[in-house]
Structures are given as C-alpha cells and as structure tokens.
C-alpha cells in the first residue's frame, strides 16, 4: 500500500481535515475522516491506523489550548463519556452499527438545520447533569464505536455559545481524554498491528500542520461564523450517517 499513489491520495487529506477539526475548526467534519480512507482500505482498518495519529494531535491540542476551556462542561460530560466508552467496548459484539448510525444522524441533522435556519432555542443554554448524562455518554459511545462523538458533543455544547476559542478547548480537552482512555480498550481488541502502526508513522508527520491550521482558523474566525461552519457539518454528517443507517438497515432486512 506504500507504493499506491491512491492510499496517500486519501489519507492526506483525511488526516489534515482530522488536524483542522483537532484544531478546533469544523466540528463534526472529523468523522468524514476515517470513510474518506475507507475508499482504500477496510474502515476498521482506517480507524486503528488514525487513532495513534490523533493521540499525537491530542498532544499538541493539549499544548495549544491549556487553560482556555470550559471547566464545568468538561467536569459533566466526561465521567459519562467514558461511561459510554466502557458501554462501547463490553457490547462491540452485539451493538447495530445501523442504528447508532440513525440516531446519531437524526439529532445532527435537526440540531444542524436548527442552527443554519436560525430556530434554535435558548433551552440549552445552561448546563444540565441530565442532558450532560445523555450527551456525554453518547459521545463516548459514538466515539469509540462508530467514531462519531463529535456530533452528540456539538449538540450539547453549542447552545452555550461559548467564544470560539474556548469552545474549540473544551472539545480538544473533552477528545484528548477520551481518545487516551479508548487506547486500552483498542489494544486488546488487536487494533494496533505492527503493519498498522507503521503506515501511522508515514502520516503523523501531517499532525502537527492540520492542528495549526485549524486553530489558525479558530483564532481569525467571527462567533457567528464559527458556529455557522460547524452546524454546516453538523447537517453534512447527519445526512451521511443517517443515509449509512437507513442502507445498513435495509440490507440487512
């Protein structure tokens, strides 16, 4: 696969896009990452050859956004994210794929067009323990199992129209966390073949870029604005997974 032009075709991009959404920049627009790659190459493949890329990535977010970050929201989601990762990996044998792609889809794809038509309400504005709970432990699923936390994440957090920069720090936080703890669980479920690590290593040298331009992007970017792109994705990612449940539920019929 080294010598196919088409494997760095895909992942390059697929990795920068990752790096700018690491970065802050774009939401959900890193869960089109790992079906970008997908076009070479089996996803479960794609995803075990990104996540030690995104671990190097979540370093340098930790670095760039140290102290600029929501402190509440990530002392009420995280506890349940992880809940949810824990959930993700005692049921990766029987969870439907489909389903939680459904789901998924369908809050994005509202919340999205909520945002893009100017609909939203103000009832999530503050911080809740219960909408944390569902959100939180969603996103920690999602994460782990389909690679999709960033939507139920987006759902919660937007609402509270934090400043740009705080908000990409929380959700770099809330993702460094997550992905470390998703490590272990990847491990033993032989995610990390040597083969795997080492087409890791062509690619992390592209980390570094994508999370500068995307924090780049954060720091030059209106709050309206910000919020308009990320909804954008919001709607793009929602139609795509809902699409992905409804044809997976229909093959499997």
Known sequence: MFADPAFYLVSIPAVLLYGVAKGGWGGAIAVLAVPLMSLVMPPTRAAAILLPILVVMDVLVLRTYWGVFDRRALRLLLPWALLGVALGYFTAEVMNEHYMRLLVGAISLVFGLQYL??????????HRVSS???FGTLAGFTSFSIHAGGPPFSVYLMPKQLPP????GTA???FAVVNFVKLVPYYSLGQFS????????VLVPLAP??????HYLVRHSESDFYYKVI??????VGAKLTHEGWTGLAQAA
């Open 132 to 134: 944390a709970g569902f």
């Open 165 to 168: 920069l705080i908000y990409a």
């Open 172 to 174: 770099g936080v809330f």
């Open 117 to 126: 038509l100017d609909l939203k309400s103000r009832a999530g504005a503050e």
């Open 209 to 214: 870029l994508g999370v500068r331009l995307g």
């Open 231 to 236: 909804s954008f994705f919001l709607v793009v």
């Open 194 to 201: 040597s083969d795997n690590l080492l087409y890791s290593l």
